[in-house]
C-alpha cells in the first residue's frame, strides 16, 4: 500500500517540479506476470524515479549505497521504495544473490544502471549474470531531457523511452565473451532508444496554465513532503521493511 502510495508521491512531485514529461513505446514492456531487469544508463539524480514509477504498477527492487542507510527516515524510505544496501567498494555475493532471488520468487522486477557514472554508458558483468542465473529478460530505457536542475524546474521537455526486451537465454556462458555480447545488444538498444527520442523532442511551448498551477502545488508538494518523511521516520521504529519484503517470498 505504502509503495503505491510512493509511486503516486513522485508521480505528482515530478509533475510539480517539470510537467512536460512524455512516456513511449511503454506497450513494449512485458506482462505483469513476468520479472524482468529494466536498465538505463545513468544521467541525471532524477531519472531513477522516472524509471521506476513511470512503469507503475510494477514493483522493483534494485541496489543503493550503504551509506544512504544510514540516515533513518531516508533509510526506511528508501527501502519501502525497494531498495537493499550494497558495499560498493566490495559488493560481495550479496550484490548477485538478493536481486536473483527477488527476480525467481517474488512479484518484483529489478532496475539497473550499469555504471557507476552517471554519463557513461558501458555495460557492466553483473546485470548479464543476474539475467542468466534468474533466467529473466532485460528491458532497456533510455532518458532524454534536462540534465542540469535549471533547465528541469523550467519545464524542459523529458522523454522516457522503452525498448523491446532483450532475450539472452541463447547466451550459453557468462565468460568475457558472453558479457561482451549482453553489452553489445545493450549498447545497439539504447542507441536506437536514444536516436528515437531525438526525432520525438521538440521546442518546449509556454503552458501558462501550468506556470499558474505550480504555486498551489507547490504549497501541496512541499506539505505532502513533510508529512511523508514525518511519518517515514515515526514508522521506522515499528515497521521493518525487510522483514516485509521477506514476507513476499513466502
Known amino acids: 500500500m505504502f509503495?503505491?502510495?510512493l509511486q503516486y508521491f513522485a508521480t505528482f512531485l515530478l509533475y510539480c517540479v517539470n510537467g512536460n514529461a512524455h512516456y513511449h513505446n511503454r506497450k513494449r514492456l512485458p506482462d505483469l506476470d513476468e520479472n524482468v531487469i529494466l536498465v538505463a544508463p545513468h544521467r541525471t539524480w532524477?531519472?531513477?524515479?522516472y524509471l521506476a514509477f513511470s512503469t507503475k504498477p510494477r514493483k522493483y527492487v534494485y541496489m543503493a549505497k550503504q551509506e544512504l542507510f544510514k540516515n533513518r527516515a531516508l533509510g526506511w524510505f528508501i527501502k519501502?521504495?525497494?531498495?537493499?544496501?550494497?558495499n560498493?567498494?566490495?559488493?560481495?555475493?550479496?550484490?548477485?544473490k538478493y536481486p536473483v532471488k527477488m527476480l525467481k520468487k517474488s512479484q518484483r522486477s529489478l532496475i539497473m544502471f550499469p555504471s557507476g557514472s552517471r554519463h557513461a554508458s558501458d555495460v557492466k558483468g553483473g546485470v548479464a549474470v543476474i539475467a542468466k542465473m534468474a533466467k529473466v529478460r532485460i528491458v532497456p530505457a533510455v532518458y532524454?531531457?534536462?540534465?542540469?536542475?535549471?533547465?528541469?524546474?523550467?519545464?524542459a521537455r523529458v522523454d522516457m523511452n522503452y525498448g523491446e526486451p532483450i532475450d539472452i537465454s541463447d547466451i550459453k556462458r557468462m565468460n568475457d565473451q558472453g558479457i561482451e555480447e549482453v553489452s553489445r545488444?545493450?549498447?545497439?538498444?539504447?542507441?536506437q532508444l536514444d536516436a528515437e527520442n531525438e526525432s520525438l523532442t521538440q521546442a518546449t511551448k509556454f503552458r501558462p496554465l501550468w506556470w499558474l498551477l505550480r504555486i498551489p502545488l507547490g504549497i501541496l508538494a512541499i506539505l505532502l513532503t513533510l508529512l511523508t518523511v514525518a511519518f517515514a521516520f515515526l514508522a521506522s521504529f515499528v515497521w521493518d521493511p525487510d522483514k516485509h519484503r521477506e514476507n513476499e517470498l513466502q
Request: charged letters at 20%; glycine letters at 12%.
Open 88 to 96: 560498493r567498494q566490495n559488493p560481495g555475493q550479496e550484490a548477485i
Open 80 to 86: 519501502m521504495c525497494g531498495a537493499f544496501p550494497i
Open 3 to 5: 509503495y503505491a502510495y
Open 46 to 49: 532524477w531519472d531513477p524515479v
Open 144 to 155: 532524454g531531457g534536462p540534465r542540469d536542475f535549471s533547465s528541469f524546474i523550467k519545464g
Open 185 to 191: 545488444r545493450l549498447q545497439e538498444a539504447f542507441d
